[in-house]
């Protein structure tokens, strides 16, 4: 075999069975030994943007690595914005970077560029399988350094002359998934005392947004009072009916500062201390009340459901405790104008259980969140690190994950311009999404942020910066041409037909809610 | 005035007068003190790839570079694709990236990253604007390092502290733009001596390509004998009728070594020796001769059109020889089946004088180059790093630069699919821009690589990754979507009809060819 094979077989025997790819000429040899491997399923993203998307929505409700496929240091560019965003979401990831041939770096051929210098920023761990015999320990390094807890990224660098040598060397396992380690007794007896006080926050993070461990956060919250929290940004958060709601960390600062004002110790289990999303002139960019104390009950990486378990121990909470877990209340229909909030409803009084909720919607969904609260149990995914176009591939990859649920994509239309193509992978693969545009025809969100700097009325240069309706842009027409049926409505009763009609059926479908 | 405000002014002092943007919150300031600055035009790209595309086309076209308004790490990571094809070009540019304020960035908020190490590998120049009163100079000097010969890109980071913050220094101003230094008399000397013996040529890049050089260029090789050639990839090259006609190193290796067989002395005129695109089992990386000496005459930043003047003279060719000027011979319009070659001759039957072609095509575009040959005379524009995604923002933004000249992207259906949404800014600025698309629906050059690399016939992996056929791109309804009419035709007589009317006619229009 050669090296290419190497890597194929060690990322299959690794539990690595989905790629997301765009490859190019020096990842040929690669594309030929996966064509030899039919048990890897390779999904197509028409940019690599999309393809490191799709990877990110996967992981997130798959709960473990796809491979991405990506041609040079530009494409690995391309991918490095939604990247970003898995990094942030804490996405298990094994990147594939083709590279030229060893000996061809030395010549700064046109594709030629510094691949460590692109991949660090976005890369918890980045290797180099310089020669067809280290293909399979690099690739077996890099499946482990991917399933570290909480999961990370790994980029491993593929020259081109590594994949096409031929190797004799034995194959190398990735080691079994790695347990997160246990939170220390002193961390749980500090969390312990907190909660006997008064004024104590969890504010999750992670895993511990889902399962037991959201249950047990719940129990400990109704015996001891405090309050519950997620992180203003989650990577997937179980929700709705059956489960403990939570609230998040408001994006705008003075709704943050009001959200956790009285706040007397910050409990981080799994999350980071909430900071600003940006720096506004006379705003704090730490979001806690000042004289507020922190206390990190469990660091991302570690076992955040375990020390929730102890805790509720320690405290002596019972295990038959009602942790408070929402009832099913669906609004009804909206009917009208067509608002935000209406699509908000809309979704509330029509999404299927166990719907995943792909959410890009930036200003236009603040709304959802609390219409949902006791919606059909539901699995709620958020763009994470703030890097935009992050939305129709993060669906198209949950989709791949879970082919016996609804996904659906609540969608700003900025937003979504900077991956579009997803479209057409749900089109090829007849993947069960359903897109909902919030065509406001504008950057919305920067509207409020230019009005906050006090730059007072928009003018021309302004307008030709942040307007998106000049000429609109035909989401039905742009949909189609990617071979997804789409609908255009202009008030909320047609978005109710409309959606009730793609919720119905399967496959994709996007709907333009002209707001 | 806020730091924001004397980027403005440094900028417009400077000759910079076009921002091409995708702003974010963390540029508010910035976009407020372009909003107080009508003299500015600001061009909005839907995606980042476009923004810098777009300036790359501009600069090869005005000669000078433009503004580039970026949001944080991940918009610039969004941009580094055609940074990377701008770098090849030599194309002049000064980025703007926005940045958190200085003080917030410990905090580690969502889209904080290492701007420094995404920014290095396709930046020639960094600088960080880190207080109100640095701006100017700053910007100053990123205009001074964008200006150096041959063209460089400039990557100026602003701090949204340093941009709201308000500043009493006085403006920098850029120094005029540097000549390009006079190469050595020994250089020239090297190249006449050789250039007297046989089987000597001129292998020419960057501004050799254009004026009174490349007439100067023909005049030396009608003199001596020479060859002339140009690089395989190039920012400009005027060609068609009245110029000096070049070839160019071929993309192919055999047809590349075929090419340069026999050539005893390769003289570089701001061009690199050349060497393969890819590597290959077995086939070689340079492409000259191994028994070919390589003199430089000139360096890509150093006085290239000086150098040949100064060769033309020591060698004592007339002023008035006959360069070997192409004359005016257009073919007859094709007829029957749909090629790559009927377009090739559609093109050259049809296309206006001084029009600006710019070429994405790929493997459908081969046949372009000595079809027009003998064209009116026009400029040509290629993807110059090879990473794709670069042919609709390039021909957005030459169009911006030469708003009097018809604009024609020759575009492979694949790369397109990239930037896409460059359409968009088409329709917005109303630009003069016809698109062909090369609509083969797959990455046809990787079935060619992949037979290459002996993988026999492409199976179902293979083919999932390498077409682009289920479903096809609704190319039409996808260029409607963008706000461009659009035209799909199927035949040599369609196509002849279709390109007849939008070439006479102004404004964007979009022909799918279906090959």
Known sequence: MNGADALCETLLAGGIDVCFANPGTSEMHFVAALDRQPRMRCVLGLFEG????????YARMAERPAATLLH???GLANGLANLHNARRARSPMVNVVGDHATYHRAHDAPLHSD????????SHWIGWAETPDSVSQTAADAIAA???PPGRIATLVLPADAAW???????????PPAAAPAVGREAIAAAAQALRGKGALLLLGGAVLRGPALDCAGRIAAATGARLMAQQSNARIERGAGRVPVSRVPYVVEHALAALAGVGTLILVGAKAPVAFFAYPGKPG?????EARILTLAEPGEDGAGALAALAEELGVAAGLDPGRAGLARPAPPTGALTPEAVALAVAALMPEHAVICDESVSSGRDFFRHTATAPPHDFLQIT???????PPLATGAAIAC???KVIALQADGSALYTAQALWTQARESLDVTTIIFSNRRYAILYGELKNVGAGDPGRNARRMLDLDDPPIGWVRLAEGFGVPATRVEDADALVRALAAALAGRGPHLIEAVL
């Not at 691949?115 to 976005?122: V, Y």
């Not at 690190?385 to 992050?390: L, N, Q, T």
Request: glycine letters at 18%.
């Open 50 to 57: 999309v393809v490191t998307g799709m990877a990110d929505g």
């Open 72 to 74: 040079l240091g530009p």
């Open 115 to 122: 691949i460590e210098s692109l991949a660090r920023p976005m």
């Open 146 to 148: 991917a399933r570290t």
């Open 165 to 175: 040598g031929e190797t004799a060397a034995p194959l190398a396992a990735a080691p």
């Open 286 to 290: 730490t979001l806690a009340p000042p």
């Open 385 to 391: 690190g703030g890097a935009i176009g992050c939305g």
């Open 403 to 405: 082919p016996g649920r």
